[in-house]
């Protein structure tokens, strides 16, 4: 099947940095690519959906400015978590909508710890 | 808005045992539902894609029924094993991913 890697696969840093989280789709080519957030024994909230050369569309309650999103290409897309707080301590989810299919495949997640 | 709820959200039984997990969204306007594997601190496996259109998905000793206008998924597992344990999460498919609350399984040697 369709192959979603994450990069990093965990990361740790001070409150007030800046964190990116790359998401690769390896053997196609992703139209759509989503960002889930899952804290500790909850399911995964889906935090944006964007698609490749367009602004990403956020789900309510998530904020844009915090989480910025880049999907410049068919197969790469970003999160960046700015001015990371512990709060933002989490499991990070990527997926991705292979060329007009309905099915996601969905990357290893990211462990972000902030201190 | 899509709601998923599974029950119950732990189960612990005896290698060998066959049981049944349940999932029930409130939206039966869905077009399809995926039933996923989550080992701890790892991401999601997929485990059964039912389409609307279809009523269960077999694949080994796992069994996935729809029942659209009930608003309800099973996912049956047969004869455990104690590599089953794990979380398990259903997702109705509805334009987007609505992921339910999961059932944390344990299977005892």
């Known amino acids: 099947g369709a192959v979603v890697s994450q990069h990093p696969s965990w990361v740790i840093c001070k409150s007030g940095t800046s964190v990116k989280i790359e998401c690769r789709s390896l053997?196609?080519?992703?139209?759509?690519m989503f960002w889930y957030r899952q804290f500790p024994k909850q399911s995964l909230m889906l935090m944006a959906t964007?698609?490749?050369?367009?602004?990403?569309?956020?789900e309510q309650g998530v904020e844009k400015d915090k989480f910025l999103i880049n999907h410049a290409s068919l197969t790469l897309s970003t999160l960046t978590v700015t001015s990371a707080h512990p709060e933002d301590s989490s499991f990070y989810i990527c997926?991705?909508?292979?060329?007009?299919?309905?099915?996601?495949?969905f990357g290893p997640g990211t462990r972000l710890l902030v201190l | 808005k899509q709601e998923v709820t599974q029950i119950p959200a732990a189960l612990s039984v005896p290698e060998g045992e066959n049981l049944v997990l349940n999932c029930s969204f409130t939206d039966s306007a869905i077009y399809n539902l995926q039933w996923f594997r989550q080992d701890p601190g790892k991401g999601l496996t997929s485990l059964l894609l039912?389409?609307?259109?279809?009523r269960e998905q077999t694949s080994g000793r796992l069994n996935a029924s729809l029942d659209k206008s009930s608003g309800r998924s099973t996912l049956y597992i047969a004869a455990s094993q104690p590599g089953d344990s794990a979380t398990y999460l259903c997702a109705v498919i509805g334009g987007q991913f609505y992921f339910g609350t999961g059932t944390s399984l344990t299977v005892i040697p």
């Open positions: 053997d196609f080519q992703a139209t759509t």
């Open positions: 039912i389409q609307s259109s279809q």
């Open positions: 964007s698609n490749e050369g367009s602004k990403a569309t956020y």
């Open positions: 997926s991705g909508n292979d060329r007009g299919q309905e099915t996601q495949y």
